[in-house]
């Protein structure tokens, strides 16, 4: 199970999950792309001094892990769970993260800048993420210096990210307005609100699922709420976009639509080997129908928890070995089949 | 053979993995190799090759200074040069912020739109800039409270900023 899905009483109907994440670095390191692994280790100590020893409460909900003493399959399960970026695994010498016992918050150290505070919920939690993130920045400034600059706010390594260091970000399931093709419209106009729109994972992935992430695209002149009021207020938007399409879908082609869901869920149900990629579609045709109560008798959260686990790695690590692209078929529609009995 | 994606094309790309003895196998066709990461070749090309081309877009290409500034000036903490930053559109260390300050406000202006930041300030690396924030906060509030005739919380406030610009003129 993905423990950070857990939790939170709120309808989690189209929202996801919610993301906040700081970009925060040490005056007098050098940025990680370049320093040496001696000051790396350096930043990692000071890091995970201010959270495990620096604060007892603290000391007792996080754990500690070197990215290099993980085993590769791990760390890609840990990037497919979404609790740690590609970016930090792509240098496990320098890099290392703290990690909080229900899997919602994440310090990730040495990954494109010094630290990566990242809080990640179940459904629409902007405020309350935000809130959580400044917390845990709050605690750590209190044992190391920050580059700041009174104009220009936190520096980071990329001058994308400067000023707030922030990107919050919003999952989205829209698969009524794919189906309908209203999407294009919808994601065109956010872009023009000076958002941005990414896939399932991040940068340049497609929109696998049917799962759209909605983010800020800037980080400068604007207050950490003000980004996140905006971008709560489009989301809301888009949302009210994504049911209105799903009344008019039922309305004009209930059957159709019916017919869709439950043939979905019956190949998922009974299938002996399936792609990611058609999973993931197939679960997207799923949650829906859980979401407009077509179907009754399936949790939410097993689907969710499914998008993530039916991922290449997880399943590996399901079957507890190394498995080449059928074998993971395989074993990913024997997953789904025991999840769904 | 078939594509392992989609099962219809010829698969024209193979892909073999091998961590600690363990034989991954990935036979795609052009198409579906596109949308694979490990099939993903061209990595190398990010927003940071767009910020590139974002610098330096109001100087008069191949005036001799410009050349000289490209070339020459360089982060004195951690060695980046400005030519070098051009290329990979990322920072060798804070102070980068400093040595090309000049070249970075239009860069700024056109990514964000703004050059100033108004968010959060830290504790600690703050100082002094949070209470600046703070007092023009508490000003605006002054205002909003004189205006709504709400004077004993005007009072109170005035009362909070003198505190507040003492602190700056001890220090």
């Known amino acids: ?341 | 053979m078939l594509c392992d994606d989609c099962g219809k094309r010829e698969a024209t790309m193979h892909f073999t993995k091998i961590i600690n003895g363990d034989v991954t196998e990935l036979h795609l066709c052009e198409e579906c190799a596109k949308n694979h990461k490990e099939f993903d070749f061209d990595a190398s090309f990010s927003i940071h090759n767009f910020l590139a081309g974002l610098l330096d877009l109001d100087s008069t290409q191949g005036s001799p200074f410009e050349m000289d500034y490209i070339t020459s000036v360089k982060c004195e903490k951690c060695g980046l040069t400005y030519s070098r930053f051009r290329q990979i559109g990322k920072f060798g260390c804070s102070n980068c912020y400093n040595s090309f300050r000049e070249k970075l406000i239009p860069l700024f202006r056109r990514i964000h739109g703004h050059e100033n930041h108004v968010g959060k300030v830290p504790r600690r690396a703050g100082g002094m800039i949070r209470i600046k924030k703070e007092i023009s906060r508490l000003k605006k509030q002054l205002e909003l409270a004189v205006r709504n005739e709400e004077y004993e919380k005007a009072a109170k406030i005035r009362d909070q900023i003198k505190e507040l610009q003492a602190q700056i003129d001890t220090e």
């Open chain 1, 1 to 341: 199970m993905v423990k950070w899905l857990k939790g939170n009483n709120k309808p989690k109907d189209i929202v996801v999950s919610t993301r906040i994440r700081l970009a925060r670095n040490i005056e007098d390191f050098l940025f990680p792309e370049i320093m040496t692994i001696e000051s790396a280790n350096e930043v990692i100590n000071r890091v995970r001094d201010s959270i495990i020893e620096g604060n007892t409460i603290l000391s007792r909900e996080f754990d500690f892990f070197r990215t290099k003493e993980i085993s590769p399959l791990d760390r890609q399960v840990f990037v497919e769970k979404h609790i740690i970026s590609p970016g930090l695994i792509s240098n496990p010498e320098k890099s290392a993260f703290l990690l909080r016992k229900d899997e919602k918050v994440t310090v990730m150290i040495n990954e494109e800048d010094h630290i990566r505070i990242q809080v990640l919920l179940p459904g629409l939690e902007l405020e309350e993420g935000w809130d959580l993130c400044s917390k845990i920045d709050d605690i750590i400034e209190e044992n190391v210096k920050y580059a700041f600059d009174e104009k220009l706010g936190y520096l980071t390594s990329c001058p994308t990210n400067v000023g707030t260091g922030m990107r919050a970000s919003v999952m989205l399931h829209l698969p009524s307005l794919v189906m309908t093709g209203h999407i294009n419209k919808v994601l065109q106009a956010v872009t023009q609100v000076g958002l941005t729109v990414r896939g399932l994972y991040g940068e340049g992935t497609d929109a696998l699922g049917n799962l759209f992430q909605i983010s800020n695209q800037t980080t400068l002149g604007e207050t950490e709420e003000e980004i996140i009021e905006k971008l709560k207020k489009i989301v809301l938007q888009i949302i009210d976009h994504e049911k209105e399409s799903r009344q008019r879908l039922m309305n004009l082609k209930r059957i159709e639509v019916e017919d869709r869901i439950y043939r979905s869920l019956g190949i998922l149900k009974n299938s002996r080997i399936i792609t990611s990629k058609e999973s993931m579609k197939l679960l997207s045709d799923v949650r829906m129908g859980i979401e407009m109560g077509i179907i009754n008798d399936i949790d939410l959260e097993k689907i969710n928890n499914l998008m993530i686990l039916s991922q290449p790695a997880s399943i590996q690590k399901y079957s507890g070995r190394g498995l080449n692209a059928r074998e993971r078929d395989i074993k990913r529609a024997e997953m789904i089949r025991e999840y769904l009995k």
